[in-house]
């Protein structure tokens, strides 16, 4: 790797593993430590192309969801299955991992700032911004941006644009989806919102099973399929469809609930 090799976005290549190997030896312990994960079908992140991959999961912390991400994918990808035992995965990380995220949480400090750095795309919510309901237009930019992602490597989104269960799957992943023509990899994560603040970045309670499953990818016809189709294929996949409400423990909606409370959710 040449000392000031860029990506496409025109990060140091370089200066991006050292934040990546830092942030992963810093959080290991969040996941296997003060928490245990368990995780399964890591083997379908081996046998993925270097590009045009599109991860899509529900979401319940800003940013501990993405970096468990990174933990397991460069886990299984140095051979380790279903697991992420000792760190050292992470000394020769997966370079081009990017995720989608709101600008506006992308720029709430330093930290964040810092963050972005590692992979973010950062995007234009067009239904919410700064507390308050909008409406405005997609950012051609943003779309853009989600291409060039795809075609140097891996995206992490987040479909719902929000870390409440069962919000509505926003169509903006299913145009990408039709328009792009990624493998659309879905994930089901849980056990985030009990373990850590809002954010993902102070943990709340120690001892906490999480969980995330990898899924096979999803049979999609690009062409053929209507925008609402794919959204709906979205919902089931990542277990967010609405009619699954109805099987979900009421002590579990009960305890969300509670936790809305408590966080005073943005959005």
Do not use: C
């Amino acid at each position: 790797m040449g000392l000031f090799k860029r990506n496409p976005f025109g990060h140091i290549l370089l200066l991006k593993k050292w934040l990546i190997r830092f942030f992963g030896m810093i959080t290991h312990q969040r996941y296997r430590g003060f928490n245990q994960m368990h995780i399964e079908g890591s083997e379908i992140i081996k046998n993925l192309p270097d590009t045009g991959v599109l991860f899509i999961s529900n979401h319940q912390t800003y940013f501990a969801d993405v970096v468990a991400m990174f933990h397991v994918f460069n886990a299984s990808l140095s051979g380790r299955e279903d697991n992420i035992k000792n760190v050292g995965y992470m000394w020769h990380p997966k370079l081009n991992i990017y995720y989608v995220a709101a600008s506006e949480t992308m720029h709430e400090g330093i930290l964040p700032r810092i963050l972005a750095y590692a992979g973010a795309i950062t995007v234009e919510r067009t239904w919410r911004a700064k507390g308050k309901d909008i409406k405005r237009e997609v950012n051609p930019n943003d779309t853009e941006n989600i291409k060039i992602a795809l075609n140097d490597g891996w995206v992490i989104t987040f479909p719902q644009g929000t870390t409440r269960s069962f919000k509505p799957v926003r169509k903006g992943t299913a145009h990408i989806i039709k328009q792009h023509k990624p493998i659309v990899v879905p994930i089901v994560i849980d056990g985030f919102r009990r373990s850590f603040d809002r954010k993902g970045l102070r943990i709340k309670k120690k001892g906490i099973l999480q969980s995330m499953v990898i899924k096979e990818p999803l049979v999609i016809d690009y062409d053929n399929e209507s925008i609402e189709e794919i959204v709906e294929k979205i919902e089931f996949a990542i277990e967010q469809h609405p009619s699954l409400l109805k099987v979900i423990p009421v002590e579990v909606l009960q305890e969300q609930e509670e936790l809305d409370k408590k966080r005073k959710w943005e959005y």
